[in-house]
């Protein structure tokens, strides 16, 4: 069974510490797919995730498909695709406005074509599909 998958490049941000985060428990993960991110503690800083969903480019493509060498790639980040989802989470969560940010990753994740995930039967016999988005059902 073929199933539609390509490697979409994201984005994560790392802010400097957020004191009020210090010597607290872990905040649960707050996504939003109106934006399409994510927010979450990452130890004592935060951490701002950016799905582009169906916009976002593919790298990797068709026929040959990633290298058998590739693992954990890292690419150059292009704020000018993120700055809008960033300025929206900064709305989501105020406490992170005037931070820096002390890291930012761009790497792959798989996707499908159309940023959509294939959830259901597939066809065959007693097989069903979840697939297509790595950040699992929320």
């Known amino acids: 069974m073929k199933i539609p998958s ?60 990633a290298p058998w060498k590739a693992e954990n790639e890292l690419f150059e980040a292009d704020y000018d695709s993120i700055g809008d989802f960033l300025m929206t989470a900064f709305d989501k969560m105020p406490i992170l406005v005037d931070l820096g940010i002390k890291r930012v990753v761009r790497g792959a994740i798989t996707h499908t074509p159309d940023g959509g995930m294939l959830v259901g039967p597939s066809g065959a016999p007693n097989v069903w599909l979840s697939c297509g988005s790595s950040i699992g059902l929320a």
Do not use: K
């Open 6 to 65: 390509v490697p979409c490049l994201r984005h994560y941000l790392v802010t400097d510490t957020v004191s009020e985060f210090e010597g607290r428990s872990e905040l649960p993960v707050m996504r939003d797919n109106a934006y399409g991110g994510y927010i979450r503690q990452e130890q004592w800083s935060g951490l701002i995730g950016i799905y582009e969903g169906h916009i976002c480019p593919t790298v990797w493509t068709m026929p040959e498909g």
